[in-house]
């Protein structure tokens, strides 16, 4: 905990762009995902499944902050279904595919090469 406290929290700004036609009745996801705390975890758990400890240790605060705020990602805005999802070792990993935009830039790329071909 002393070298938590003595590491200064900076966060950087972390924006994403939701592909795709998805606002399901039942209660979107993505909702609760609007503080930049809930896109860091999103960010780190995207590219392996992490724990409560190691978010925490990784973001330089106290565990029990970000353990309520990985319940309120798993939850979602419905109670059932969020952005993570809690695996049978206690880690939580990501509900959705999570791409940086290099990635995704060039993937649309291609796609977008072979439309003609297809439509």
């Given amino acids: 905990m002393t070298e938590t406290y003595n590491k200064p929290v900076a966060l950087d700004k972390i924006a994403y762009v939701i592909w795709g036609t998805g606002s399901p009745a039942w209660g979107d996801p993505r909702n609760v995902c609007t503080r930049m705390f809930s896109n860091h ?3 780190l758990c995207h590219k392996k499944p992490m724990s409560a400890s190691e978010i925490a240790e990784e973001l330089n605060v106290p565990t ?3 353990e309520e705020e990985l319940e309120i990602l798993r939850k979602g805005e419905n ?6 999802r809690r695996l049978e070792n206690g880690k939580y990993a990501l509900n959705f595919i999570l791409l940086d935009k290099d990635v995704f830039e060039k993937a649309n790329a291609i796609y977008t090469e072979q439309l003609p071909k297809i439509c």
Wanted: a positive charge; glycine letters at 16%.
């Fill in 79 to 84: 109670g059932k279904y969020g952005f993570l």
């Fill in 41 to 43: 975890i999103v960010w």
């Fill in 64 to 66: 029990v902050y970000v």
